[in-house]
């Protein structure tokens, strides 16, 4: 991904952030001649038996992942491909009317995480389990409602075999915030206040990081 020196993270806590509030990713490997590259949308946590810290640029860290097995992407995949995962974060339209000023061009900030890293497949069906269930336990404690799974671990069994996980080791990542930061601090903060007086609760977000630049 290219990113202007001016767009890049403040440093690597905004990338974990943006991944932990977005882990909705897109999974991207290569295909064969004939196929063409697979992409399948997919939820990615880290890894909790990871004990390290973040480095600034992710190397060294590990993501669980699963997805359909009747997905022919599955198929497609082998223990030691390259793989990309493509987090997208907070994003919003900046009309020039925000700009007060003229000439002025439209623009669209955003916010957005490329992770490079070769892929495991897991095997096992206790081992695919635990994936399963460290998703759901990172989700709720992230995003849900705290919800107790023991009672459907039954039923978490029965849909195993048509479960495939895999463990991404990461090599590197890219961080791109594109928070207007080409505009005069006056005119970032004015596009800041537009988007926290929209409903939509990713302009407000997009506004919430445009606050937290340095």
């Known amino acids: 991904m290219f990113v202007p020196p001016q767009y890049r993270e403040p440093n690597g806590s905004w990338m974990v952030n943006l991944m932990r509030r977005n882990p909705l990713a897109l999974c991207v490997t290569n295909g064969d001649a004939n196929e063409g590259p697979f992409a399948t949308h997919l939820p990615v946590i880290r890894d909790p038996r990871m004990s390290q810290d973040w480095t600034e640029d992710l190397s060294g860290g590990s993501l669980l992942g699963h997805m359909n097995l009747q997905n022919p992407h599955w198929a497609a995949l082998h223990t030691g491909d390259p793989v990309l995962l493509v987090f997208t974060g907070p994003h919003a339209y900046v009309s020039p009317t925000i700009y007060e000023k003229t000439p002025a061009a439209p623009t669209w900030d955003f916010t957005a995480v490329h992770v490079h890293g070769t892929i495991e497949k897991i095997d096992s069906a206790e081992d695919t389990l635990e994936v399963v ?75 919430q990081l445009i606050a937290q630049l340095p």
């Open 133 to 207: 269930k460290a998703t759901v336990r990172s989700f709720e404690d992230d995003l849900g409602t705290g919800w107790d799974m023991t009672e459907s671990e039954g039923y978490f069994h029965r849909l195993l075999p048509g479960v495939g996980a895999f463990r991404i080791a990461v090599t590197s990542a890219e961080g791109m915030f594109k928070l207007s930061q080409e505009q005069e601090p006056h005119v970032r903060e004015r596009v800041r206040d537009s988007f926290a007086q929209r409903p939509c609760g990713r302009h407000r977000e997009t506004a």
